[in-house]
């Protein structure tokens, strides 16, 4: 079979791979070629709620997912403006404890230039009118947050990669994944392509793919759950992201006055192979009992649909972006610990940056947090314990 040499192959075409094949494009690296077994979207990216938050962890998390908001808003508003809204997001709690993390993070996330305020209960209930807020201990409120259309970005990216010449391999099995003398060898189908630099960029799925090629990383495969209901006075889709901390559910507003909830999270690795797609009978009764007791006013909204898919988590839940520890010319960008949708689109223009400038030294400083080669050796084995941290580095969770 006739080999077709390109300067980087992806493997993966969710958010992060076609955000990838974007930047590597317009940066002029090339010719790109993203191969995917199934179709864009197939993965987390299709199945995620599109939260997108600067309440995060560290400098090095806002400052990416803010690139990231303003390239979706600016990507959105010129291909498919229902793909991104700035609609806010408010996290609040009644536990004591809770509420001085709050407080601290408000702080903290202040510090770093992310416009944090308090809101009280009477504030919450006219952002928020189906809420209960009798014994709110805090809230944070950041009026800069989004919600996208994640699979909705991720094609608009991969179009964009499309048009200046990138080749999406799509919907195939892959047949091989080694490296060779002549660099990376992919075989699908009857096609079979050589570069010299590859990414593995394949989600939950990175973690088989690399350990296949002796690479192994620690990645831990989890299922999370969302949830579209229907209330049944609309809810006229106009308000903020929402995060009850004590239960740990959010809501978005979805279109046609529907409302999308989630954080069915659970804390076991799962198979990326074999996973249930559909949402548990336990989720859906957690989500019930929630809007009962917390969301009075959505109490009778009636399930459209809930789902599964499957993140990556990594044992201090940074992602993993940059070069793969010991392997030449290869290079992976995932283990986005449930934070993939707002992360994307600015470490895949770092990791592009760091490519094209063949690891530059300020290239690869900007992506000294999240580089794979602070994990080496083998990988050890651990539980996922990701979620909407609320504390900066590694302290217990909220
Ligand atoms: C219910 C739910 C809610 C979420 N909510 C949010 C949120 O509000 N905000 C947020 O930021 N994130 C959220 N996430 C997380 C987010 O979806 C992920 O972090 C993000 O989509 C990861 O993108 P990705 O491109 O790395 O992976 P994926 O989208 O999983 O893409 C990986 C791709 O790799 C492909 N693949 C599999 N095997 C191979 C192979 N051998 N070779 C090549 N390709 C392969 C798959 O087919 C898939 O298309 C949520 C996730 C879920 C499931």
């Known amino acids: 079979m ?5 300067e980087v192959l992806v493997l993966g075409a969710g958010i992060a791979g076609c955000a990838l094949a974007h930047h590597l494009c317009e940066r002029g690296v ?36 803010r690139y990231s908001k303003t390239e979706y808003a600016r990507l959105a508003a010129r291909w498919n403006p229902a793909a ?9 709690t009644r536990d004591p404890a809770a509420a ?3 407080t601290d993070t408000a702080d903290r996330l202040r510090a770093w230039g992310v416009p944090v305020a308090p809101l009280d209960a009477e504030e919450l209930a006219h952002k928020v009118p189906w809420g209960r807020y009798d014994g709110l201990l805090g809230a944070n409120w950041c009026p800069n947050d989004g919600v996208v259309a994640p699979s909705a970005i991720g094609e608009i990216y991969a179009e964009s990669a499309r048009v200046a010449g990138a080749e999406f391999l799509l919907g195939r099995p892959l047949g091989s994944f080694a490296r060779t003398e002549t660099g990376w060898a992919l075989e699908s189908g009857a096609r079979r392509v050589i570069a010299p630099t590859a990414v593995v960029a394949a989600g939950a799925w990175s973690k088989r793919l690399l350990a296949s090629v002796g690479h192994p990383v620690p990645l831990a495969p989890y299922r999370t759950q969302a949830a579209i209901l229907r209330p049944s006075s609309p809810s006229g889709g106009d308000f903020p992201s929402v995060h009850d901390l004590d239960v740990d559910v959010y809501v978005r507003p979805e279109e046609a006055g529907r409302i999308l909830a989630g954080d069915g999270t659970q804390l076991v690795e799962v198979d990326p192979t ?7 009978d336990a989720f859906v009764e957690h989500l019930a009992a929630t809007f009962a007791d917390r969301f009075p006013g959505w109490a009778d909204a009636e399930l459209v649909r809930a789902w599964a898919g499957v993140c990556g988590s990594t044992p201090d839940r940074h992602p993993l972006v940059g070069p793969v520890p010991e392997a030449t010319g290869l290079y992976t960008i995932t283990g986005f610990n449930g934070f993939g949708v707002m992360r994307a689109g600015g ?29 080496r050796g083998p990988p050890p084995t651990f539980a996922p314990r990701p979620g909407f941290t609320l504390e900066g580095g590694d302290a217990p969770r909220f």
Not at 274 to 280: A, E, I
């Open 2 to 6: 006739a080999a077709e040499h390109v």
């Open 30 to 65: 090339g010719p790109v070629a993203v191969f995917d077994p199934e179709t864009p979207g197939a993965g987390a990216t299709g199945r995620a709620a599109g939260i997108v938050t600067e309440q995060l962890w560290d400098p090095w998390d806002v400052e990416v997912t």
């Open 84 to 92: 991104y809204r700035a609609n806010g997001f408010a996290r609040w």
């Open 100 to 102: 001085r993390v709050l």
């Open 274 to 280: 074999r996973f249930p797609t559909g949402g548990d």
């Open 347 to 375: 470490a895949a223009e770092r990791l592009a940056a760091a490519i094209a400038s063949n690891q530059g030294t300020a290239e690869m400083e900007r992506l000294r947090p999240v580089d794979p080669r602070r994990f």
